[in-house]
RNA sequence: GCGCGAUUAGCUCAGCUGGAUAGAGCGCUGCCCUCCGGAGGCAGAGGUCACAGGUUCGAAUCCUGUAUCGCGCGCCA
């Protein structure tokens, strides 16, 4: 629609360049937006004003030779001239019928688009130690990576969902030693537990199922023990955390392991790399990296002096990796508390000869857990820590879902338990589930009425003319394009508040008319309005991975 | 100290990449069920967009500075 609009601005400009109405010849970009007030028709442009100094007219001038221009248009009910020099455009009725056939027509693929031409995106999220079940904090990523891959997925992206396993480092090590020491004690030892084990009690139920599936640990040595501690402590974890995620309606496509990394080479070869591009230097027995040539404050390590590789160097690999797997787009979803290591990641993606823009870190900002306004106070060491199935389990998927994903994720998002629980007006998931629930409840009882329901592109939609049926099927119009503005930003959060004011919109006009009514022609219209509403809430809430109900 | 991010209604937050009279939800006040689901709707009150400058036709939005808050600054991961 606003294509066609731009196109018809575009010929009227030229016309004018034509007939000498303007003479700079300067043909700028068309801006085109929604007002917000309606009052100002459907569509607006600036293009006038944004002329005036090239043209040294005064805005109003160019845009009455630009509206001389455009003449009649079988598509335009009203242009006219506002303001310092706006140019409004009202669009005529039948565009809007058009996009109801086009969304009928089109279903659950109504909004999706091209416009990533299938170019290679890799998501990257969650990614937590498998050092214990994940927590609420995770939950937001979590969430936030999925809903992302979808959208770029919805705005024609090739899309994959990666978790990256952190199972060679320190932490993983510290989480053998903690069950090795647990198992110990469990058949009678007294042992010292070490400082910065982990102190949870699920490490004691590791220990007992690892002395059951396998008592032959229990008689290792230290070093040996340990080592299979980890292995099945990493596999069991992995296994809670895959788990629960599925059960929070997230299924990654990869799940990438950190010691394979070492295991095929990679981290050695890619380093050699480094060093043959002059990018890294040894000192004080260390590998350092230059990131301070692309702006990092620091060089950082890469191997410390005692030879071991630092976390740096695998990630370095990894990412590495990433663009040699043909991803031309890297998205990382981070904790917020990461921000200092982006400067030093987007180092090496520079320094690698890729544009820095490649890879994009979406920084998640924390949760605070509240329950009736009470905050929850969660230390993971300590082991007392509220786990995502838990919160999963107690609000239920879709509202925890909605929740996290209701922010930006770049700010702080205070998350009431008893809030989320809430089956009310004060729970928006509910509201636009609601709505979803109403559209299907009037196609009931249209079908124990007898009423037939309309076909697609068969229905004379000419009497749809109240203001709030032609706002709501321009409600529908913006939705293709605001699918593309949320995966073009990595911004779900826009689709929660398109939901929110599609839903609002739908409920006012539910309780203003009666969709079902004497004249036929009217039911018909009306029946073929709300399945379009019905349309777009489903496929907006499967976008965010939260269901549409029939029934609530 | 340096860096990153924030500051919008009583509270929690949007603000579509610089547009016209700054919007929602909650809370508050008053209304609407002879009505397809009241888990709903309508109306009202509530603002110096932290502060001070700057850029231009035009700024909540961009730039500079100040204040306050949060986070990060390991040869940890």
Redesign the pocket.
């Known amino acids: 629609m606003k294509d066609r609009l731009r196109q018809q601005i575009g010929n009227a400009l030229q016309a004018c360049f034509d007939n000498n109405l303007l003479d700079s010849g300067v043909v700028p970009e068309v ?1 085109i ?5 309606p ?3 459907d569509f ?1 442009s ?1 293009l006038a ?2 002329m ?2 090239a043209e040294k007219k005064s ?1 109003r001038q160019i845009a009455e030779a630009l509206v001389a221009e455009l003449g009649n248009c079988d598509f335009l009910s009203k242009v006219e001239i ?7 455009f009202t669009l005529a009725p039948t565009c809007w019928y058009e996009v109801l056939d086009d969304i009928i027509a089109k279903g659950k693929k109504y909004g999706l688009s091209q416009v990533g031409q299938g170019r290679k995106v890799q998501v990257e999220f969650v990614s937590a ?1 498998p050092t214990g079940p994940l927590h609420i904090g995770h939950g937001r990523g979590a969430v936030v990576g999925d809903a992302v891959a979808s959208i770029l997925q919805a705005a024609g992206f090739d899309v994959q969902r990666e978790y990256y396993v ?1 199972d ?5 090590a510290i989480l053998g030693r903690s069950i090795w020491m647990r198992m110990r004690e469990q058949s009678g030892e007294t042992v010292v537990f070490p400082d910065d084990g982990y102190q949870g009690e699920y490490i004691r139920d590791l220990a007992a199922k690892l002395c059951e599936e396998d008592p032959t640990v229990a008689g290792l040595g230290e070093d040996e023990a340990t080592k299979r501690c980890t292995v099945f402590g990493v596999r069991k974890i992995l296994d809670w955390i895959s788990a629960d995620l599925k059960n929070f309606g997230i299924i990654f496509d990869n799940w990438f392991s ?1 010691q394979s990394l070492y295991d095929r080479g990679m981290v050695n070869t890619e380093l050699a790399k480094l060093a043959d591009k002059g990018l890294s230097y040894e ?4 590998l350092w990296l230059r990131t301070t040539d692309y702006g990092d ?2 060089d ?2 890469l191997i ?3 030879g ?5 160097a ?1 990630d370095v690999a990894y990412h590495m990796e990433k663009f040699d797997r043909g991803f031309e787009r890297v998205i990382d979803v981070w904790g ?8 030093r990641m987007k180092a090496v993606v520079a320094g690698l000869g890729h544009p820095p823009e490649d890879l994009e870190v979406l ?1 998640i ?2 949760v605070n857990l509240l329950r009736d306004g009470k905050a929850y106070t969660m230390g993971k060491r300590s082991g007392n820590f509220i786990t995502l199935s838990e919160v999963v389990d107690e609000v239920g998927r879709d509202a925890c879902r909605f929740s996290f994903l ?3 994720s ?5 998350f009431d338990l008893e809030l989320a629980k809430r ?6 998931v ?2 636009v ?2 709505a979803h ?2 559209v ?3 196609y ?3 079908e124990e009425q007898g009423v037939t329901f309309p076909k697609c592109g068969a229905v004379d939609l000419s009497s749809l003319t109240l203001p709030e049926e032609l706002m709501l099927a321009k409600q529908l119009a ?1 939705y293709p ?2 699918v593309v ?1 949320a995966a ?2 990595c ?1 779900p ?2 689709v929660v ?1 398109y939901l ?2 599609l ?2 919109q739908f ?11 004497e004249d036929s022609a009217t039911t018909q219209a ?1 029946l073929y309005l709300v399945d379009g509403v019905r349309t777009v809430l489903a496929n907006a809430l499967n976008l965010l991975g939260v269901d549409a ?4």
């Not at 506002?82 to 409004?88: C, H, L």
């Not at 917020?336 to 400067?343: F, L, N, T």
């Not at 409920?507 to 009514?517: F, I, Q």
Request: proline share 6%; charged share 25%; hydrophobic share 25%.
């Open positions: 801006q937006e929604v007002p917000g007030n009052d100002h028709g607006s600036n004003m944004t005036a100094r805005p506002a303001g310092p020099g706006f140019v409004n130690n952190n060679a480092g320190n932490q993983v950190e000192q004080d027995g260390a404050d620091k950082r390590v410390k002096s005692d071991s590789p630092t976390y740096f695998s917020a508390d990461h921000h200092g290591y982006v400067p920084l900002q924390m209701m922010r930006r770049d700010s702080q998002l205070d089956q009310s007006t004060d729970n928006p509910y509201y589930q609601y629930a109403r299907c409840s009037i009931r009882n249209a913006r394009e605001m503005g073009q930003n911004e959060h826009r508040y929110q004011e839903a609002a409920h006012s006009y539910y309780n203003r008319k009666r969709v079902l009514v009306r109900p029939e029934r609530m």
